[in-house]
């Protein structure tokens, strides 16, 4: 369309730095996946602006610390504005990581629910002793100013399994969404502006280079980072030269096991889902499946069966229910596992291709005929492709599975729950589940095992990750030392 820019399709938002918007000295493309084409820009954050948004809420925390009525009241008000901007945040989502509609509405309210729930949740001071000696007691105090980082797959939720908490328990922030999915995240941003004090959240977008400058500040005391095991690694490296704490949640492999007794019509639906949500796009899904062998053949078709029945296309047709995959890269990652499988010897019950259309658009598709040691089953795939394993016996089944550098979440299918319990204990993960997967609640730690990550995020334990304990003594005896 002639004069037709870009800037005029989708205005940008800006990043907000002390509460105000922020000037944008540089700016990239943000492509939406279902086309392939750039529709909108966003800043890109200088290293001067990193350092304002630090000093904005290193100026912030004493006032925001002090007052815990002030940061029940703000959060509960941030909770009701998020979630009657929902709608429009569910269109930025969707088109910013091809989303369906269906997938980006879920994310909105998991950011006003998380901080409706911290509101409401106590920090309660711990009495160890209290006579004619002395009173002690351990206090949770805030750490001071957070980083934090988030990747694209769900930028609005997981962003405030960190924002929620954190502030709750008066830290001030600086975030950084994924440059593949920054709009969401600053629009939010804009949202709060005239909620939250001045620098208490701070936002800036860019890419991976930014995120390095969140990480090495030194006004920071601690990093949250969620997204991949490398860029993971990585911050924990540079924190760790400067003694910051981290909250690390990385990659997964999930593996979902199946008993012999399962009635297989039964579970396929809520299985295929527990894989394909998002199209495979999210940490803790099911991304390989153990089958008894008797079941085997049963349960491909039953999986091939619900995905040959599953409309992929445009997110935004409401009968859609797969839209794209979210990046480029995530794409030809994808493809690259299934094509390599397939080559080696791998079968594709159902799927197996890339579709031709413009945009990120894959089949999803139920791989057979593959074995443990193939990489499409020992590598986070990340997409719309499930390996299904056979096993002969179960104990041997949990120590494959326990054989992977990941321990994120894990399930156990059965029609026996005790039996499903007592296998699903012995999964090396952070959380395990029976005849489920992936379901994650405010109330709930959530946290990864061996390269999963480190420590955990929701419920109280989640809170406390933004908390170092003070030890107050006070003595009640002759003043000086005291002894024991
Ligand atoms: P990624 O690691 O490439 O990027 C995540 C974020 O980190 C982005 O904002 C990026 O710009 C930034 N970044 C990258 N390298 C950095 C560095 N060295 N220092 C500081 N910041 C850096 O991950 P991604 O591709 O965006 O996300 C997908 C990954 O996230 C998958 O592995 C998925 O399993 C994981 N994930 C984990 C959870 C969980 O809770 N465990 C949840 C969602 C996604």
Redesign the pocket.
Known sequence: MPGHTIAEEFPMPTQTINGRSAATFSEFDVINPATGAPFAKAPSASKAQVDEAFEAALAAYPGWRADEGLRRAKLLEASAAIAEAAGELTGILAEESGKTTQFAAFEAPVAAGWLGYYAGLELSREVLQDDEKARVEVVRRPLGVVGA??????PIG?AF?KIAPALRAGNTVVL?????TPLSTLRVGEILRDILPPGVLNIVSG??D???W??EHPVPRKIS????????T??NV?AAADLKRVTL????NDAAILLEDVDLTEIAPGLFWSAFFNNGQ???LIKRVYVPRALYADAVEALADVARGTVVGDPADPATQLGPLA?LP?FESVSGLVDHALAGGAKAATGGTRIDRPGYFYEPTIVCDIEDGTPLVDE?Q?GPALPIIAYDDVDDAVSRVNRSTFG?GGSVWTADVERGQDIAERLDVGTTWINTHASLAPTVP???LKH??LGV?NGPWGLYAYTELQAVHVNRGVPGPTAG
């Open positions: 980082i988030t990747p694209w797959n769900m997981l399994f950084k969404p994924s440059p593949f890419g991976d930014v995120g390095r969140i990480v980072f969620t997204g991949s095991v490398a860029g993971g990585a911050v540079a949640e990385l990659g997964g999210a940490c803790a990046t995530q986070e990340f994120l959530f946290g990864g999963s990550g995020e």
